[in-house]
């Protein structure tokens, strides 16, 4: 996979390049590009790991959703488009829903990205710009933080499914309320399993003074500098456009 090819750091700064790229462009078609090479960026892991990424975006389809009909209904600017009855469809509110959208989609792609990577890789990427071995853990508990709330949350919904308990045939009211206890015991399950990872690390010696060592050394190789390469002209693409 290209993310065992590079050094994790390189693998790290691309997705945090992208990503601020998202947030720095507003063209649609520079953000589309973004877009295009951030869905790429485990491309060695085969066409149906690619197609998998892009399912992926369907976790987030209603929030993109919502965006465009408060953009494309309130924002105006630019000629009509076309009408809906009493409103007015308007350029500016096609592009920045065109904007906003592909944003989100270059985040989560880069969020999901980030999230394969386990804490040796974050401590490799971070111990070679000297920064504390802390700020490795932390990161990486957050970048996998999201994905195990939900897997978390998944699997009580099936626990509730296999006991009998269908959640589609209830009432609004018991359904919030199911998912209301369902989100706490998810939340708590967290902090329980939080509380004893804490434990786990002090028994390896996590914090402890001397010269720490690892498993798995990374270094740095051509496909790294390859990246520099491959950064730098995406550097200057985007500079000229």
Do not use: N
């Amino acid at each position: 996979m290209l993310k065992r090819r590079l050094h994790p750091l390189s693998y790290i700064l691309l997705c945090v390049f992208y990503s601020s790229m998202a947030i720095a462009l507003k063209d649609p078609l520079q953000l589309l590009m973004i877009f295009i090479l951030a869905w790429l960026i485990d491309f060695r892991e085969g066409a149906s790991a690619l197609f998998q990424r892009l399912s992926g975006l369907k976790k987030i389809i209603w929030l993109l959703i919502s965006l465009a009909v408060i953009q494309l209904l309130f924002r105006q600017g630019g000629r009509v488009l076309f009408t809906l009855g009493y409103f007015h469809v308007h350029e500016a509110a096609l592009i920045y829903t065109a904007m906003l959208s592909l944003r989100l989609m270059i985040i989560y792609l880069c969020a999901s990205s980030l999230s394969k990577l386990d804490f040796c890789s974050y401590r490799a990427a971070f111990r070679k710009v000297r920064l504390p071995e802390e700020l490795s853990f932390m990161v990486s508990y957050m970048a996998h933080l999201i994905p195990e709330l939900s897997k978390q949350f998944r699997q009580q919904k099936v626990e509730l499914q296999d006991r009998g308990l269908e959640l589609k045939k209830l009432k609004l009211k018991q359904k919030l309320t199911i998912y209301r206890i369902l989100a706490l015991s998810t939340v708590a399950e967290i902090i329980l399993k939080s509380g004893r990872q804490a434990i786990a690390l002090e028994l390896r010696g996590f914090r402890s003074s001397g010269a720490s060592s690892s498993l798995h050394d990374y270094q740095f190789c051509l496909w790294d500098l390859a990246f520099v390469l491959w950064l730098g002209l995406q550097i200057m693409i985007l500079i000229q456009i």
